[in-house]
T-cell receptor
Framework: AQSVTQPDIHITVSEGASLELRCNYSYGATPYLFWYVQSPGQGLQLLLKYFSGDTLVQGIKGFEAEFKRSQSSFNLRKPSVHWSDAAEYFCAVGADGNKLVFGAGTILRVKS | GAGVSQTPSNKVTEKGKYVELRCDPISGHTALYWYRQSLGQGPEFLIYFQGTGAADDSGLPNDRFFAVRPEGSVSTLKIQRTERGDSAVYLC????????????FGPGTRLTVL
């Protein structure tokens, strides 16, 4: 069965520092991978997605993610974090052509 | 245009009662999904509609849960004989045609069963 692991429940970074959020997936075929962000009281917003092609994917708000098949990973990165990036981040894999299987999420705190 | 909307935003009910949660997808989107997000967890898939029909209901936890989409637009998630364990945020998403299309999420309905 498909699954997604986000090893870090909480991460705290200083404003202006770089960020990497980890995501590992388990899926038998070529995965469709997504990162979503959820702010308090807001719906899930898509940051970026990987279907095929270039393994380095650019998204909104300055985020990028790299697909590494050999490591079954799809880590999210940002070179310089802003206070407004504080939120919960979810990695997901597209399963059975339709539904999304999500990880448990990583809560990002930004120190000023 | 408007995004996915869900009503009510909050619902408090008593154990054993019946509840209905409504989802208005983005206009023109044929695919609609329901997910449930319990505290401290990621969303879990419940059911997927393509048009009016439920194409995949493998995530519904038991027969107390049922969903409809009679005209291929608005959907209602129905929960009978609610239990305290049903307390969660229920999320609705829609996509243009399904498959690998981007799913756009609504703000969710927070259900609390006392």
């Amino acid at each position: 069965a498909q699954s997604v692991t986000q090893p870090d429940i909480h991460i705290t970074v200083s404003e202006g520092a770089s960020l990497e959020l980890r995501c590992n997936y388990s899926y038998g075929a070529t995965p469709y991978l997504f990162w979503y962000v959820q702010s308090p009281g807001q719906g899930l917003q898509l940051l970026l997605k990987y279907f095929s092609g270039d393994t380095l994917v650019q998204g909104i708000k300055g985020f990028e993610a790299e697909f590494k098949r050999s490591q079954s990973s799809f880590n999210l990165r940002k070179p310089s974090v802003h206070w407004s990036d504080a939120a919960e981040y979810f990695c997901a894999v597209g399963a059975d052509g339709n539904k999304l299987v999500f990880g448990a999420g990583t809560i990002l705190r930004v120190k000023s | 245009g408007a995004g996915v909307s869900q009503t009510p935003s909050n619902k408090v009910t008593e154990k054993g009662k019946y509840v209905e949660l409504r989802c208005d997808p983005i206009s023109g989107h044929t695919a609609l999904y329901w997910y449930r997000q319990s505290l401290g967890q990621g969303p879990e898939f419940l059911i997927y509609f393509q048009g009016t029909g439920a194409a995949d209901d493998s995530g519904l936890p038991n027969d107390r849960f049922f969903a409809v989409r009679p005209e291929g637009s608005v959907s209602t998630l129905k929960i009978q004989r609610t239990e305290r364990g049903d307390s969660a945020v229920y999320l609705c998403a829609s996509s243009l045609t399904g498959g690998v299309d981007t799913q756009y999420f609504g703000p969710g309905t927070r259900l609390t069963v006392l």
